[in-house]
């Protein structure tokens, strides 16, 4: 009798649970409405979401790597008339006895977590003894270095930042090639130990010095941003920002070891037949 | 009209709301696809089902917001039980008629929304009904006219299928 009841009503016998479930809702305090909609959202929404955003790296993946593409083509032109004149240095530095020239060699490395520590500012690297990399290697990433590696195990590694106020980097002023300790005091960069009547200027760039044989000479650190005389007139205060943004990485580099500067010791086989491709395409693109 | 092809309109209802619409806005007035599909549906399918889509899509929607968790639900499936209840009586793939319904639904929508929401407030009620909803109606009018006459053709054919000349051959 009951399911005759409803079958003849159906419409109104739905209608009236579809109300009566959309006011239990309704009746239910603020936080229950929010655990519940999480509950079901994740459940419904959650396929969708992943479908979604899978889609959308897709799409931010091809402009990346149409964009990487053009930036290694155009590099590589660069890297061209760069080699040129590297031959023609070497070839003086020979003749005028110089040690041969040594070029770092890079291991890409994903960041897989963050020391939450303020004292001790730490990257997590995915890579370790297994891949040849050892404690006080250089972190390098696109901008410039980032720091060196503090404890290695087999197959993670912690990273000391530039942030870190353990952390002492020997740097030259590119332009006027004064030389200074870069530390962190009280959660500023600082270089350290430049005389006041040294030449600093704001906006000078900052590269490694290889001053201590940890750092390779010549690696991009930061910029002076604010210069100032010390309280005692001895050495002025030199504040400095980091190329690297070292909030935001999500891969560095590691210097395992300085190679002679050749082709054959710093790209495999494979990374010498993109670069072929890029030479083509850049010289595709110049024809045009 | 089977239920998947069902949920796929409902579901790209509420995907094109959070997505293309708060692109095409005039003003902070935006259309309300998710009525134009419950209303599309309610069509479709009788009341039993313009209920059923109605709620779903209105709960679809409050997942987004849970302050009023039940709301949309609530109101949408009042839509869904009345634009299903009319669809033999008011021939919607006439578009003068189907704007008709869509305005009238669209403000029974927001006035039943704007009961609950302002706790029975009439003046705030009035004031969001001129503010929003009316120019919100006119906006869902015109979007909802033209998905309606071009998907609301399956719905004739459907009818015209089930005519004991047609179910014959």
């Known amino acids: 009798m009951l399911r005759s009841l409803v079958g003849r009503h159906r419409p109104r016998v739905v209608l009236v649970v579809a109300v009566a479930i959309s006011g239990t809702l309704l009746a239910v305090d603020g936080g229950s409405q929010i655990d519940i909609a999480r509950a079901l959202g994740a459940t419904l929404y959650a396929p969708v979401q992943a479908l979604v955003q899978g889609a959308e790296e897709m799409v931010q993946l091809r402009r990346e790597n149409r964009q990487l593409r053009r930036v290694v083509a155009t590099l590589n032109l660069e890297r061209m008339r760069l080699l040129q004149l590297r031959d023609e240095r070497l070839q003086m530095q020979r003749l005028a006895g110089f040690a041969a020239e040594r070029f770092p060699l890079l291991l890409p490395s994903e960041v897989v977590g963050r020391s939450t520590d303020p004292m001790q500012d730490m990257l997590q690297l995915a890579c370790g003894t297994d891949d040849s990399v050892r404690v006080d290697m250089p972190v390098a990433a696109y901008g410039g270095l980032v720091g060196r590696l503090r404890q290695v195990t087999g197959d993670h590694a912690l990273a000391e930042i530039l942030t870190s106020p353990g952390l002492a980097v020997s740097c030259r002023d590119q332009r006027s090639g004064v030389i200074g300790i870069l530390r962190s005091t009280r959660g500023d960069l600082l270089l350290d130990r430049v005389d006041a009547v040294e030449d600093v200027l704001v906006g000078d760039p900052l590269v490694t010095s290889g001053l201590g044989g940890v750092y390779p000479r010549g690696i991009p650190v930061g910029v002076v941003t604010r210069v100032e005389n010390s309280l005692d007139g001895l050495f002025k205060r030199v504040e400095v920002r980091p190329y690297v943004d070292l909030g935001g990485l999500q891969e560095v580099f590691v210097v395992r070891r300085q190679v002679t500067w050749e082709d054959t010791a710093l790209y495999s086989a494979e990374d010498r037949d993109i670069l072929g491709t890029a030479t083509r395409t850049a010289a595709h693109a110049g024809g045009h | ?169």
């Open chain 2, 1 to 169: 009209m089977t239920w998947l092809v069902s949920a796929c309109i409902a579901f790209a209802a509420l995907a094109l709301q959070a997505t293309l619409v708060p692109h095409v806005r005039i003003a902070g007035i935006s259309p309300d696809l998710p009525l134009i599909a419950t209303v599309l549906l309610a069509y479709r399918r009788g009341p039993t089902g313009g209920t059923l889509a109605g709620f779903a899509i209105g709960l679809g929607q409050d997942l987004t917001n849970p302050a009023f968790l039940g709301l949309n639900a609530l109101v949408k499936s009042l839509v869904g039980f009345g634009a299903g209840s009319g669809r033999d009586a008011l021939d919607v793939s006439n578009a003068p008629l189907a704007a008709a319904v869509l305005a009238t639904a669209k403000l029974v929508h927001d006035l039943a929304y704007l009961l609950v929401f302002t706790h029975l407030s009439l003046s705030e009620v009035f004031a969001g009904l001129f503010a929003h909803s009316v120019p919100a109606a006119v906006y869902t009018v015109v979007v909802g006219t033209w998905i309606l006459a071009l998907l609301g053709s399956g719905r004739r054919r459907e009818s015209a299928l089930a005519r004991p000349g047609y179910a014959r051959r």
